[in-house]
């Protein structure tokens, strides 16, 4: 199958997408940035073709009447003994990777004692990771060092007082290990690391012809036919030039993938706020960012959060819970906790300032989308902020206020919106 | 670091202005007088009749911020009690005395005779030489300009310049050197300086050529150097622009781009660009590279009008020097209104046949900066050629981000390159 | 929570909602009130309102938008690094808030007012826009020549605004109208100087301000019945020191500022608000060429403001110092908006004349709608409290 994929290199988070031919998406991936922006593109892309390959097994079982409602099911066992055996094959890594870093002079009077530590450490996180696949079960993290992280430390802990070891001499050698581990790609192809999930689901009991299809299936290359980077971090990428598009032109183009009818794009992330104009055919027409000042970006919750001693995630629940509203006049992130305290040692309750907090954000990404121009029907609003209830609900009320009876499109997966940008110009540029 | 490469008229300019700054910090051993005055409304002319030597605090700002030493100045005024908020012009002028007032050529500058508070299109030249003359205690001449407020000078505006001219300004000028006005004289250096702009208007219209043989931005600000400055009405300043002319030609006869700071010629021009505000100068040579490395050449610009603006057709004029001088005061850019700085925008956009207007935003520079975005509006709306906007300030490197002025160039140009190429389609 | 209201209490909480109106619904009142009446607007800090009421027209004065409209539409048109008067201003046009204005004045003040009189020529055609450029020549026969002839120019473009001539006659009475303004407001300053307990600076400001949005005679009555109230006012003397306020001539800080300066310990004795009705300090001559009589006291009697050129450096600051001493204030608060080009160049001069004449002074920056008046009340204490110390 040609591949074509976008990627979106994010202050925050990374995010790739894959098409096929026919732009139809075929599957999505996403990782934090790291400080390796190099890492951070080939572990997205690598998740977004494991989501590519189930999308390619389901339109596959989807051929068998026989296993019709099943589906569903099969592709969770799958995916689950999938991401148990990789987690499986970078454990691996990690105390290859551990015993080499028992080298170190430092460990030389007891080098032996530590990798017997360690020996011990990874046969325990070996055993617990049948729990931590089991059916149903729900992961904190999709992230390696999340999961390994804690068990090894309440491993390792007790191991090291076992053997008389200091903790702090293992816990370096773990600390200087999982930093590699995670910035290199890895070891096992993704095809081999299949191969051992559908051997491990026992191709989830549908038969020796439902496995032989998954196998035929999974045989089927996906050739990375174009790759198209953007996102604040796209000039790190290692791709030439002509493959790299600015984030305002994707995430119009995405936008316009998602909702076809979209005439403007607000899109509020971690950095910046942009208003963007597009044309019928998703092309972009016309864009403002904020200024230098980054007041009002979705940062600027991230700030109140600290300030507040919540979750970024808390914010907009509660100050739907407000009653009435507290006028808040700066949107200066630098000045927003003195606002906040000031604000709470008058008395005014948090919902309230929160709901006053949201609506000063929405007024900004307001005056942006009035410099890019306004709001035409319909309006898509993308972004980390986006998934916020309390900024949505102010967004709709003002857009109501100022631009009329609009259509207001927000995608839940909005997230994806540069990467598919992205990869709808990597088809373009082949098929165009 | 990497010697810019430069066009010889630029070498020859580079010795015209070392020239300049020699002359002024040996003012003491040749017993001449020094006057301090500013780019918009600079009457050179003039202070050339009482044989005072022009001195620029604008341009003495541009060279500390080239050399990065702006950045230090600007803090040590802010030090000493200067806001933030204001012009960084100002501020580096004003850090530089206090670290000794050194001229590019290493020698201090003596102090001013006279402040020629040339008063045109910028509010901040009034304080800033309340500052100076707060400092110097010399003779300070105001010359009160007024706005164009509603697009064009009255007889009551010019009448009111000239008036100054006559009683404040000349006998202020024969006070402080001891020279009687001969207004003939002053005719002979008026008629050197409209021949000297007449081949500057020759060379920023070729920008309308395809590929440009010049910058009118980047390369513009090194070819309106002399005229605005202490050489119009001179014979060097005449040479420079004749020779100037004549490479220009050479590019032009040749189909040649202008040449860039590393060297290479820019020929393949993707796009053109009318830009508006000033340039960033802590930054300059890495600003201009992120154009040319689009392949993106400045046709037109408005920064390169603010020392006047001849391609409307205004020229000194000898038989009339002191109506001409009040009329050159009067109509450069930034003494205009918002509605003519949209005309003459738009106007650029559709007779240099530019992609759009790009605004490069000067947080120091009300006078340039405020209305800007309703002014890239404007011109979008009349020429229906999408604009960009980005932010830096003349002298101040703690803003200029390189990495958001280049996402912002580098939507913008693809952006351009998307809708060129819906268009093709559809045709 | 309030104690019973004051007759001078009940004139200053009308003043407040007529400042505090963003629809200004009285102006409108004015001009429904008889067909063919015009409304002139103005933004800071000097337009000569005899001209415009001598047309027959209300002048309006227009200072933003306060701390209580949302600026939306007019973000749009600024950068991060610009003040927040014309975003307000902006912001009051394209809400519809000023369509009854049929013309509007943008003196000189900076480069923001200055482009802002452009940018309103675009946005809205319909208006009668124009700069007003007043001279920085002092001499009568150059810039009070030209300053006559920009006058002329100003009442021609009234009449054709208004249709009706304005005659010498017309603009006599005016100016005798503005000289009892101008009397009567120097009056209230005077009065709280003596006893500033008794006028709380944030009701003499919205007196003030109030007064740019009413007809002169009704504002000269409303002085007359405020400085009548402020003579039986009853209030408690509080140990606070006395302080002039500089620098806040253009964008207006909130009245939840005023009373943050006074709750710190600082009682008002001077202040550059809205600078408009004491901008000239002596009475215009009602004989003679009433053109050339309000050039004469531009020239020769108004204030010294950052917007104006100081011929004589020696003169840089006389005017502030002077004042000081005139009201008795103990200290300076030099108190600019963030932005304010006028303002913050000039600090450094003016705070530097009055250290050297030994007046402790300081300085913050606000806008007009700072949110945040603990770290004001922090300062003035201290200032209050310094001032105490050492005196």
Same mark, same amino acid.
């Given at each position: 199958m040609r591949c074509f994929i976008g990627i979106d290199l994010g202050s925050t988070t990374t995010k790739a997408v894959v098409m096929d031919d026919t732009c139809r998406v075929m599957g999505r991936g996403i990782t934090n940035s790291r400080s390796n922006y190099d890492t951070a593109a080939a572990v997205a892309k690598q998740e977004a073709l494991i989501d590519t390959r189930l999308t390619l097994f389901r339109n596959s079982l989807s051929?068998?009447?026989?296993l019709a409602g099943k589906v569903d099911d099969i592709l969770a066992d799958i995916e689950r003994n999938f991401r148990h055996v990789q987690y499986l094959e970078k454990l691996e890594d990690l105390e290859q990777t551990c015993l080499e870093n028992t080298g170190t002079p430092r460990l030389a009077d007891v080098r032996a004692v530590a990798r017997g530590v360690i020996a011990t450490v990874f046969t325990r996180l070996r055993e617990d990771s049948g729990d931590l696949f089991a059916p149903g079960v729900a992961r904190k993290s999709d992230f390696f060092r999340d999961l390994a992280g804690g068990g090894f430390m309440h491993a390792a802990e007790a191991a090291c007082k076992d053997a008389g070891l200091s903790f702090d001499l293992i816990l370096n050698v773990y600390d200087k290990s999982i930093i590699a581990v995670e910035n290199r790609e890895p070891t096992a192809t993704m095809e081999s690391t299949f191969l051992r999930a559908l051997e491990k689901s026992g191709? &989830?009991? /549908?038969?020796p012809e439902v496995a032989q299809v998954l196998k035929d299936t999974l045989a089927v290359p996906l050739e990375e036919s174009y790759v198209v980077g953007t996102g604040?971090?796209?000039?790190?990428?290692?791709?030439?030039?002509?493959h790299i598009r600015s984030e305002i032109l994707c995430h119009g183009l995405g936008a316009h993938m998602m909702f076809p009818g979209t005439r403007t794009v607000l899109d509020i992330g971690g950095q910046d706020t942009k208003g963007i104009q597009v044309d019928p055919n998703g092309i972009v027409e016309n864009f403002q960012m904020n200024d230098?000042? &980054?007041? /009002?970006?979705?940062r600027y919750l991230g700030y109140i959060a600290d300030e507040m001693s919540m979750?970024?995630?808390?914010l907009g629940p509660m100050a739907l819970k407000a009653t009435k509203q507290v006028r808040i006049n700066s949107t200066c992130t630098v000045f927003a906790g003195a606002e906040l305290r000031n604000r709470l040692a008058l008395g005014e309750k948090r919902e309230d300032i929160l709901a006053g907090l949201h609506r000063a954000i929405i007024l900004r990404a307001i005056s942006i989308l009035s410099r890019a121009g306004g709001v035409q029907d319909e309006f898509t609003f993308t972004g980390g902020v986006a998934k916020n209830g309390a900024a949505v609900k102010e967004l709709r009320a003002l857009i109501k206020e100022n631009y009329g009876d609009v259509t207001i499109n927000i995608d839940p997966d909005s997230i994806y919106t540069g990467a598919l940008g992205g990869a709808t110009f990597a088809v373009r540029a082949v098929t165009q | 670091m990497t010697v810019a490469v430069k066009e010889p008229s630029m070498l020859l300019q580079k010795e015209m202005i070392a020239g300049n700054y020699d002359a002024i910090t040996s003012a003491h051993e040749t017993g001449r007088k020094v006057s301090s005055t500013f780019v918009p409304g600079n009457l050179n002319e003039l202070l050339m009749c009482f044989g005072i030597l022009n001195n620029l605090p604008e341009i003495n700002a541009i060279q500390n911020g080239m050399r990065r030493l702006s950045g230090d100045y600007i803090m040590e005024a802010e030090k000493g009690g200067h806001s933030e908020d204001v012009c960084t012009y100002v501020k580096a002028d004003i850090g530089m005395m206090g670290r000794g007032n050194i001229a590019p050529n290493g020698k201090p500058f003596p102090e001013p005779d006279v402040l020629l508070l040339s008063y045109t299109g910028c509010y901040t030249f009034m304080k800033w030489f309340e500052l100076l003359r707060a400092e110097y205690k010399c003779p300070t001449l105001m010359l009160h300009v007024p706005y164009e407020g509603d697009g064009h000078s009255t007889p009551n505006m010019i009448d009111y310049v000239v008036k100054q001219l006559k009683e404040v300004i000349i006998p202020g000028l024969e006070e402080v050197s001891g020279v009687k006005f001969d207004i003939d004289r002053l005719r002979e250096i008026l008629a050197l300086s409209a021949k000297a702009e007449d081949d500057l208007v020759w060379c920023l219209e070729t920008g309308k050529h395809k590929p440009s043989p010049i910058d009118a931005y980047f390369g513009g600000v090194y070819y309106i150097g002399p005229i605005f400055t202490a050489f119009r009405g001179t014979e060097e300043a005449v040479d420079y622009y004749t020779a100037l002319r004549q490479e220009v030609k050479a590019r032009l006869d040749a189909g040649q781009g202008p040449t860039l700071p590393d060297g290479s010629v820019l020929t393949d021009q993707k796009y053109r660009l009318v830009v508006e505000g000033p340039p960033n100068w802590t930054s300059f040579r890495e600003f201009w590279q992120m154009f040319a490395d689009e392949g993106a050449v400045v046709v037109a610009s408005s920064y390169t009008k603010v020392g006047g603006m001849y391609d409307l057709g205004f020229r000194h004029d000898p038989a009339d020097p002191l109506r001409s001088l009040a009329e050159y005061c009067l109509g450069c850019y930034t003494n205009r209104n918002l509605p003519s700085r949209v005309d003459i925008l738009a106007q650029y956009v559709e007779d240099y046949e530019a992609d759009g207007l790009l605004v490069n935003s000067i947080k120091s520079c009300n006078s340039f900066s405020a209305g800007q975005l309703m002014i890239m509006r404007e011109v979008e709306r009349r020429t229906g050629k999408p604009g960009a906007f980005i932010e830096t300030d003349l002298v101040d490197p703690r803003y200029f981000s390189p990495a958001n002025v280049k996402n912002r160039l580098e939507s913008y140009f693809q952006m351009i390159d998307q809708k060129r190429r819906g268009a093709n389609k559809a045709a | 929570m309030d104690m019973p209201v004051s007759k001078a209490g009940v004139i200053a909480r009308r003043c407040e909602s007529i400042v505090d109106d963003l629809s200004f619904q009285a102006a409108r009142d004015w001009k429904a009130a008889e067909p063919g009446r015009k409304v002139v607007g103005f933004l800071p800090v000097y337009v000569p309102m005899e001209l415009i009421h001598a047309a027959g027209c209300l002048p309006l004065g227009l200072f933003?938008?306060?701390?209580r409209i949302e600026v939306i539409h007019g973000d749009a048109y600024y950068q991060s690094y610009i003040c927040r008067i014309p975003r307000s201003t902006i912001e009051l046009g394209v809400t519809g808030r000023l369509d009854f204005v049929d013309g509007l004045l943008f003196p000189f003040v900076c480069d923001v007012i200055r482009n802002l009189s452009g940018m309103w020529k675009v946005m809205f055609p319909d208006v009668w826009t124009k700069f007003f450029d007043t001279p920085q020549n002092f001499d009568p026969e150059i810039g009070g020549t030209y300053y006559t002839h920009e006058l002329r120019e100003l009442r021609a473009d009234l009449e054709r605004l208004t249709g009706r001539d304005i005659t010498d006659a017309a603009l006599r009475a005016s100016i005798a109208l503005y000289n009892e303004n101008r009397r009567l407001v120097r009056a209230v300053y005077d009065a709280r100087a003596a006893e500033p307990w008794k006028a709380p600076a944030a009701d003499v400001y919205v007196v003030m301000r109030a007064g740019l949005m009413m007809p002169v005679e009704e504002h000269n009555a409303l002085l007359a019945d405020y400085l009548a109230a402020l003579d039986i006012e009853d209030r408690p003397r509080k140990d606070n020191v006395r302080v002039a306020i500089f620098g806040s001539f253009c964008e207006q800080p909130p009245l939840a500022l005023l009373k943050s300066i006074e709750m710190a310990g600082c009682y008002v004795v001077e202040d550059d608000y809205s600078l408009v009705n004491r901008f000239i300090t002596e009475d215009v001559a009602t004989d003679g060429d009433p053109l050339a009589a309000l050039s004469t006291a531009y020239l020769r009697h108004s204030v010294e403001t950052s917007c104006k050129y100081v011929p004589n450096e020696a003169d840089k600051g006389r005017f502030h110092v002077e004042r000081v001493k005139q009201t008795g204030a103990e200290g300076v608060i030099y108190a600019a908006p963030s932005f304010c080009d006028p303002a913050l160049l000039d600090r450094p001069m003016i705070c530097g004349r009055l250290s050297d004449a030994g007046i402790p002074n300081m300085s913050f920056k606000y806008a007009e709608n700072s949110g945040q008046m603990q770290p004001i009340r922090e300062q003035a204490g201290a200032f209050a409290d310094s001032i105490k110390l050492w005196s």
């Amino acid at each position: 199958m040609r591949c074509f994929i976008g990627i979106d290199l994010g202050s925050t988070t990374t995010k790739a997408v894959v098409m096929d031919d026919t732009c139809r998406v075929m599957g999505r991936g996403i990782t934090n940035s790291r400080s390796n922006y190099d890492t951070a593109a080939a572990v997205a892309k690598q998740e977004a073709l494991i989501d590519t390959r189930l999308t390619l097994f389901r339109n596959s079982l989807s051929a068998f009447p026989t296993l019709a409602g099943k589906v569903d099911d099969i592709l969770a066992d799958i995916e689950r003994n999938f991401r148990h055996v990789q987690y499986l094959e970078k454990l691996e890594d990690l105390e290859q990777t551990c015993l080499e870093n028992t080298g170190t002079p430092r460990l030389a009077d007891v080098r032996a004692v530590a990798r017997g530590v360690i020996a011990t450490v990874f046969t325990r996180l070996r055993e617990d990771s049948g729990d931590l696949f089991a059916p149903g079960v729900a992961r904190k993290s999709d992230f390696f060092r999340d999961l390994a992280g804690g068990g090894f430390m309440h491993a390792a802990e007790a191991a090291c007082k076992d053997a008389g070891l200091s903790f702090d001499l293992i816990l370096n050698v773990y600390d200087k290990s999982i930093i590699a581990v995670e910035n290199r790609e890895p070891t096992a192809t993704m095809e081999s690391t299949f191969l051992r999930a559908l051997e491990k689901s026992g191709a &989830a009991g /549908g038969g020796p012809e439902v496995a032989q299809v998954l196998k035929d299936t999974l045989a089927v290359p996906l050739e990375e036919s174009y790759v198209v980077g953007t996102g604040y971090g796209r000039v790190r990428l290692p791709f030439p030039k002509e493959h790299i598009r600015s984030e305002i032109l994707c995430h119009g183009l995405g936008a316009h993938m998602m909702f076809p009818g979209t005439r403007t794009v607000l899109d509020i992330g971690g950095q910046d706020t942009k208003g963007i104009q597009v044309d019928p055919n998703g092309i972009v027409e016309n864009f403002q960012m904020n200024d230098r000042c &980054a007041a /009002g970006c979705g940062r600027y919750l991230g700030y109140i959060a600290d300030e507040m001693s919540m979750g970024l995630h808390e914010l907009g629940p509660m100050a739907l819970k407000a009653t009435k509203q507290v006028r808040i006049n700066s949107t200066c992130t630098v000045f927003a906790g003195a606002e906040l305290r000031n604000r709470l040692a008058l008395g005014e309750k948090r919902e309230d300032i929160l709901a006053g907090l949201h609506r000063a954000i929405i007024l900004r990404a307001i005056s942006i989308l009035s410099r890019a121009g306004g709001v035409q029907d319909e309006f898509t609003f993308t972004g980390g902020v986006a998934k916020n209830g309390a900024a949505v609900k102010e967004l709709r009320a003002l857009i109501k206020e100022n631009y009329g009876d609009v259509t207001i499109n927000i995608d839940p997966d909005s997230i994806y919106t540069g990467a598919l940008g992205g990869a709808t110009f990597a088809v373009r540029a082949v098929t165009q | 670091m990497t010697v810019a490469v430069k066009e010889p008229s630029m070498l020859l300019q580079k010795e015209m202005i070392a020239g300049n700054y020699d002359a002024i910090t040996s003012a003491h051993e040749t017993g001449r007088k020094v006057s301090s005055t500013f780019v918009p409304g600079n009457l050179n002319e003039l202070l050339m009749c009482f044989g005072i030597l022009n001195n620029l605090p604008e341009i003495n700002a541009i060279q500390n911020g080239m050399r990065r030493l702006s950045g230090d100045y600007i803090m040590e005024a802010e030090k000493g009690g200067h806001s933030e908020d204001v012009c960084t012009y100002v501020k580096a002028d004003i850090g530089m005395m206090g670290r000794g007032n050194i001229a590019p050529n290493g020698k201090p500058f003596p102090e001013p005779d006279v402040l020629l508070l040339s008063y045109t299109g910028c509010y901040t030249f009034m304080k800033w030489f309340e500052l100076l003359r707060a400092e110097y205690k010399c003779p300070t001449l105001m010359l009160h300009v007024p706005y164009e407020g509603d697009g064009h000078s009255t007889p009551n505006m010019i009448d009111y310049v000239v008036k100054q001219l006559k009683e404040v300004i000349i006998p202020g000028l024969e006070e402080v050197s001891g020279v009687k006005f001969d207004i003939d004289r002053l005719r002979e250096i008026l008629a050197l300086s409209a021949k000297a702009e007449d081949d500057l208007v020759w060379c920023l219209e070729t920008g309308k050529h395809k590929p440009s043989p010049i910058d009118a931005y980047f390369g513009g600000v090194y070819y309106i150097g002399p005229i605005f400055t202490a050489f119009r009405g001179t014979e060097e300043a005449v040479d420079y622009y004749t020779a100037l002319r004549q490479e220009v030609k050479a590019r032009l006869d040749a189909g040649q781009g202008p040449t860039l700071p590393d060297g290479s010629v820019l020929t393949d021009q993707k796009y053109r660009l009318v830009v508006e505000g000033p340039p960033n100068w802590t930054s300059f040579r890495e600003f201009w590279q992120m154009f040319a490395d689009e392949g993106a050449v400045v046709v037109a610009s408005s920064y390169t009008k603010v020392g006047g603006m001849y391609d409307l057709g205004f020229r000194h004029d000898p038989a009339d020097p002191l109506r001409s001088l009040a009329e050159y005061c009067l109509g450069c850019y930034t003494n205009r209104n918002l509605p003519s700085r949209v005309d003459i925008l738009a106007q650029y956009v559709e007779d240099y046949e530019a992609d759009g207007l790009l605004v490069n935003s000067i947080k120091s520079c009300n006078s340039f900066s405020a209305g800007q975005l309703m002014i890239m509006r404007e011109v979008e709306r009349r020429t229906g050629k999408p604009g960009a906007f980005i932010e830096t300030d003349l002298v101040d490197p703690r803003y200029f981000s390189p990495a958001n002025v280049k996402n912002r160039l580098e939507s913008y140009f693809q952006m351009i390159d998307q809708k060129r190429r819906g268009a093709n389609k559809a045709a | 929570m309030d104690m019973p209201v004051s007759k001078a209490g009940v004139i200053a909480r009308r003043c407040e909602s007529i400042v505090d109106d963003l629809s200004f619904q009285a102006a409108r009142d004015w001009k429904a009130a008889e067909p063919g009446r015009k409304v002139v607007g103005f933004l800071p800090v000097y337009v000569p309102m005899e001209l415009i009421h001598a047309a027959g027209c209300l002048p309006l004065g227009l200072f933003g938008g306060g701390d209580r409209i949302e600026v939306i539409h007019g973000d749009a048109y600024y950068q991060s690094y610009i003040c927040r008067i014309p975003r307000s201003t902006i912001e009051l046009g394209v809400t519809g808030r000023l369509d009854f204005v049929d013309g509007l004045l943008f003196p000189f003040v900076c480069d923001v007012i200055r482009n802002l009189s452009g940018m309103w020529k675009v946005m809205f055609p319909d208006v009668w826009t124009k700069f007003f450029d007043t001279p920085q020549n002092f001499d009568p026969e150059i810039g009070g020549t030209y300053y006559t002839h920009e006058l002329r120019e100003l009442r021609a473009d009234l009449e054709r605004l208004t249709g009706r001539d304005i005659t010498d006659a017309a603009l006599r009475a005016s100016i005798a109208l503005y000289n009892e303004n101008r009397r009567l407001v120097r009056a209230v300053y005077d009065a709280r100087a003596a006893e500033p307990w008794k006028a709380p600076a944030a009701d003499v400001y919205v007196v003030m301000r109030a007064g740019l949005m009413m007809p002169v005679e009704e504002h000269n009555a409303l002085l007359a019945d405020y400085l009548a109230a402020l003579d039986i006012e009853d209030r408690p003397r509080k140990d606070n020191v006395r302080v002039a306020i500089f620098g806040s001539f253009c964008e207006q800080p909130p009245l939840a500022l005023l009373k943050s300066i006074e709750m710190a310990g600082c009682y008002v004795v001077e202040d550059d608000y809205s600078l408009v009705n004491r901008f000239i300090t002596e009475d215009v001559a009602t004989d003679g060429d009433p053109l050339a009589a309000l050039s004469t006291a531009y020239l020769r009697h108004s204030v010294e403001t950052s917007c104006k050129y100081v011929p004589n450096e020696a003169d840089k600051g006389r005017f502030h110092v002077e004042r000081v001493k005139q009201t008795g204030a103990e200290g300076v608060i030099y108190a600019a908006p963030s932005f304010c080009d006028p303002a913050l160049l000039d600090r450094p001069m003016i705070c530097g004349r009055l250290s050297d004449a030994g007046i402790p002074n300081m300085s913050f920056k606000y806008a007009e709608n700072s949110g945040q008046m603990q770290p004001i009340r922090e300062q003035a204490g201290a200032f209050a409290d310094s001032i105490k110390l050492w005196s």
